[in-house]
């Protein structure tokens, strides 16, 4: 008994028994979305530009630096702001999912900056440890300020759009980041100026290369998941299919596979064998229902036959079209070919 809860994404879904579900809401709206980065993007433009002119008079690799990061924050929320718009765009032709998964790619490409941008920083800071050039204390202290304040207001800008958008989340480790460059920079400033200790500056940022390589790490290992099609972090397959298997009609489930479309966005496809006699319909409703409240998973492929008809467990089916040999089945649709997977029950 074959038998197909959910389409495959906006604009292509295909109904069995009244069960197809249209588009997502995940939190925050993307109109709102862009306009906090848009907020954002113009004061770290505005202050990056002051910044790498007081950073060239005040001889301070630590301001130079936090500039830099300022120009990779920018380039991030353009990057997020571009990703979000091609992430809204209708599925069509053969990207059945539409582009959703540009913002993993922008992402991606913020968490490698991050480690690029740190290994730069690191090279300079050591060499300024070696041989320390004289640094402008006061000038570098006002400015470290000065920028603090500008990123807090970009953070909090960045932290009311949706943050459960690995997108958003990377521009936000951006401006994080660069708010703890400043307070380490307005740290080694006033022991610049309290002591004339200058190798403060090149310490400071290693300090902050330190938060960037942690920041940009976790954004790339997020999202390679994703790009892997791994389960979502925080699930575990094993006991998805437990919970599955658990219910009373259901005699096993295998072809077990659960992988997110984008953040936030999980689906899942099984094949699942019910009790000879069992109402397939009733055990798909069940099992869509609880995926949905204990999981969040609305994008479902749940191939549900009876034991004994269509394929044994373990073995590989590809329903084409009806036949006169073939087992009844519970409605019109049939199955896709379902690959082993690791996580059979």
């Known amino acids: 008994m074959s038998d197909h809860g959910h389409g495959h994404g906006p604009g292509h879904d295909h109904e069995a028994g009244g069960h197809g579900h249209g588009g997502h809401s995940h939190g925050v709206s993307a109109d709102a979305d862009r306009r906090w980065l848009g907020i954002a993007l113009t004061l770290i433009a505005a202050f990056m530009a002051v910044e790498v002119v007081v950073g060239v008079i005040a001889g301070s690799l630590a301001l130079i630096s936090d500039a830099a990061h300022m120009l990779t924050d920018a380039a991030s929320i353009v990057l997020a702001l ?8 209708p599925a ?11 913002e993993i790619l922008s992402a991606q490409a913020n968490g490698l900056t991050l480690l690029l941008l740190g290994a730069w920083l690191a090279y300079e800071a050591v060499r300024r440890l070696i041989s320390p050039p004289e640094v402008e204390g006061g000038l570098m202290l006002a400015t470290a300020l000065t920028g603090i304040a500008v990123n807090v207001v970009a953070t909090w800008c960045i932290s009311r759009a949706n943050r459960s958008s690995l997108n958003v989340e990377g521009a936000y480790q951006h401006i994080l980041n660069d708010l703890f460059a400043f307070v380490g920079t307005a740290v080694a400033a006033l022991i610049v100026v309290l002591t004339g200790f200058d190798r403060a500056d090149p310490i400071a940022t290693l300090v902050v290369v330190a938060l960037m390589v942690k920041a940009g790490y976790g954004l790339l290992r997020e999202s390679g998941r994703i790009f892997l099609e791994a389960a979502p972090a925080d699930m575990d397959p094993d006991a998805v299919g437990d919970q599955l298997v658990a219910h009373r009609a259901v005699v096993e489930v295998h072809d077990l596979h659960v992988w997110q479309i984008t953040s936030g966005q999980s689906a899942l496809s099984a094949h699942v064998l019910v009790e000879p006699g ?19 998973i609305t994008h479902t492929t749940l191939q549900v036959d009876h034991l004994g008809e269509g394929a044994r467990a ?9 036949t006169a040999d073939a087992p009844e089945h519970c409605d019109d649709a049939h199955g896709p070919v379902h690959r082993p997977g690791p996580h059979d029950h």
């Open 278 to 296: 069992g109402d397939c319909h009733a055990v798909r409703r069940d099992l869509e229902d609880l995926l949905r409240h204990d999981y969040g």
């Open 82 to 89: 571009i990703a979000m718009r091609l992430a809204a765009r």
């Open 92 to 102: 069509r032709g053969g990207y059945t999912y539409g582009l959703k998964r540009a």
């Open 314 to 322: 373990g073995t590989l089916l590809q329903i084409t079209a009806p």
